[in-house]
Nanobody
Framework: QVQLVESGGGLVQAGGSLRLSCAAS????????MGWFRQAPGKEREFVST???????YYADSVKGRFTISRDNAKNTVYLQMNGLKPEDTAIYYC?????????????????WGQGTQVTVSS
């Protein structure tokens, strides 16, 4: 069992930055692929970024070049650095862990989910 707790969300002006953190419980964190998803009001949850246990990364086109995912296995934490934020980035951001795939962009491949953290970008 893995528990995930996100933090770092908040209100920021367009063009600003935020860093989200996701702290995971469990001793096998380093073996999980980790991902970030987001859900805007009235929309379905969508993929944002993922990082494999070997630090391979992948991004949605909408955030490529602005967001950076990273992980610190010693701290059981994955991060999402978000720069150049836009109002359309406003959403609840969820952290997820997959023990079944080395890297994954779809929700069904993830086994554990956090409660989410709100990110609001004002124009």
């Amino acid at each position: 069992q893995v528990q995930l707790v996100e933090s770092g969300g908040g209100l920021v002006q367009a063009g600003g930055s935020l860093r989200l953190s996701c702290a995971a419980s469990g001793r096998t964190f380093s073996m999980y692929a980790m991902g970030w998803f987001r859900q805007a009001p009235g929309k379905e949850r969508e993929f944002v970024s993922t990082i494999s246990w070997k630090d391979s990364t992948y991004y949605a086109d909408s955030v490529k070049g602005r967001f950076t995912i990273s992980r610190d296995n010693a701290k059981n934490t994955v991060y999402l650095q978000m720069n150049g934020l836009k109002p359309e980035d406003t959403a609840i951001y969820y952290c997820a862990a997959s023990g079944r795939s080395p890297i994954a962009t779809i929700e069904s491949r993830y086994d554990y989910w956090g409660q989410g953290t709100q990110v609001t970008v004002s124009s």
